[in-house]
């Protein structure tokens, strides 16, 4: 039986619509279509191979949520293409190798039931290096030079996105704290979606952010301060932000907070979920077994700086510091890698 109501179509072209508002207003006419009609592809063609198919057996919500995944990361990365300097020719195949590494990793993620933010982080990890084993497999093939590779690589409309975000977020309650009127925390994302079951990207990241800085503003400085203190800075600076209204609490939507607090809840390491650092150790220095060290360079050439040192560090028995749920989709992925 077809998931009863998922109008594939409309939510797609509502997505399209919206999303072109969001194009970055120095692309000409060419590009703005490009990203729209990437996005409007992409969601039609995942939203009805979900809808068809019986034996994924997925509901509405998460239709719709794997719907909206790709629609945001086909928005997001032909932005990034078209800021490459890549010539179009190779846009379409790359961004078609993205989409379907986020479908196939959307479906498996669903069926094992991990928490939405675990599948998030895992979506964005495969889409970030499909897309850079693609520049690379162009730069391999002599289509494109050095410096067209890494001034590729270094393109994130999605970060630029959400540090934009955090500045708008900053900026509200530093006018707040100054007894200026102040707009109610943002509600807008990557792409906003009308009936979306629950917020992504940015706005997921906002909204949980206050929602922590509603409880911590009930509770000793000291305590507070020491659960900051495990935050990234931006992160951290945020929340304190939020901490300073007042009136915090009329700004978030009550069943939004109990949501978000519910999501936290939910993705916060169980003892029997068993990833300790030993673990997430002894799955990268098994890797070692089968990748030599210039093996695992070459495979980790495009990776954030972050990433390598982790990968590295672990090869000398020290743990680099990352959160043990980000820490343990690398080692899975090296594993898989093998």
């Known amino acids: 039986m077809a998931?009863?109501?998922?109008?594939?179509?409309?939510?797609?072209?509502?997505?399209?619509?919206?999303?072109?508002e969001l194009i970055p207003p120095d692309f000409n006419d060419n590009q703005k279509n490009y990203v729209a009609n990437t996005l409007l592809n992409f969601s039609t063609v995942a939203g009805q191979a979900l809808y068809d198919d019986e034996s994924l057996g997925f509901n509405l919500d998460q239709?719709?949520?794997?719907?909206?995944?790709?629609?945001?990361?086909?928005?997001?990365?032909?932005?990034?293409?078209?800021?490459?300097?890549?010539?179009?020719?190779y846009w379409d195949p790359i961004m078609q190798k993205i989409a379907y590494t986020i479908f196939e990793i959307a479906k498996n993620a669903f069926h094992q039931g991990l928490p939405q933010d675990q599948c998030l982080q895992l979506i964005e990890h495969h889409v970030k290096k499909t897309y850079l084993d693609c520049i690379s497999?162009?730069?391999?093939?002599?289509?494109?030079?050095?410096?067209?590779?890494?001034?590729?690589?270094?393109?994130?409309?999605?970060?630029?996105?959400?540090?934009?975000?955090?500045q708008t977020e900053q900026a509200q309650a530093q006018a707040q704290m100054a007894?200026?009127?102040?707009?109610?925390?943002?509600?807008?994302?990557?792409?906003?979606?009308?009936?979306?079951?629950t917020p992504l990207g940015a706005d997921a990241k906002v909204l949980k952010l206050a929602t922590?800085?509603?409880?911590?503003?009930?509770?000793?400085?000291?305590?507070?301060?020491?659960?900051?203190?495990?935050?990234?800075?931006e992160d951290a600076?945020?929340?304190?932000?939020?901490?300073?209204?007042?009136?915090?609490?009329?700004?978030?939507?009550?069943g939004v907070a109990l949501r978000c607090l519910q999501e936290i809840k939910t993705n916060i390491p169980h003892s029997n979920q068993n990833i300790t650092p030993s673990k997430i150790l002894a799955k990268i220095q098994n890797v070692s077994q089968y990748l030599d060290k210039s093996q695992l360079e070459q495979n980790l050439r495009l990776e954030r700086a972050k990433v390598k040192r982790f990968v590295f560090s672990a090869l000398e028995g020290e743990y680099y510091e990352l959160p043990p749920k980000v820490a343990n989709i690398i080692a899975t992925h090296l594993e898989d890698s093998v």
Not at 74 to 83: A, E, G, N, P, T
Not at 145 to 163: T, Y
Not at 220 to 229: A, D
């Open 237 to 254: 600076q945020s929340v304190i932000k939020f901490m300073g209204m007042p009136d915090l609490g009329t700004k978030v939507d009550p």
């Open 212 to 233: 922590l800085a509603m409880l911590f503003q009930k509770m000793r400085q000291e305590k507070v301060q020491t659960i900051l203190n495990k935050f990234n800075p």
């Open 179 to 197: 007894g200026n009127p102040a707009a109610p925390v943002p509600q807008g994302g990557n792409v906003p979606v009308a009936n979306a079951p």
């Open 3 to 20: 998931i009863q109501g998922f109008d594939y179509k409309g939510f797609a072209q509502n997505l399209a619509q919206q999303a072109l």
């Open 63 to 89: 239709a719709v949520m794997i719907t909206q995944i790709i629609a945001e990361w086909s928005f997001h990365k032909s932005v990034d293409l078209i800021r490459s300097g890549i010539p179009q020719q």
């Open 137 to 166: 497999e162009l730069k391999d093939k002599n289509l494109i030079d050095q410096g067209l590779m890494e001034k590729a690589a270094s393109q994130s409309n999605i970060d630029a996105m959400m540090q934009q975000q955090v």
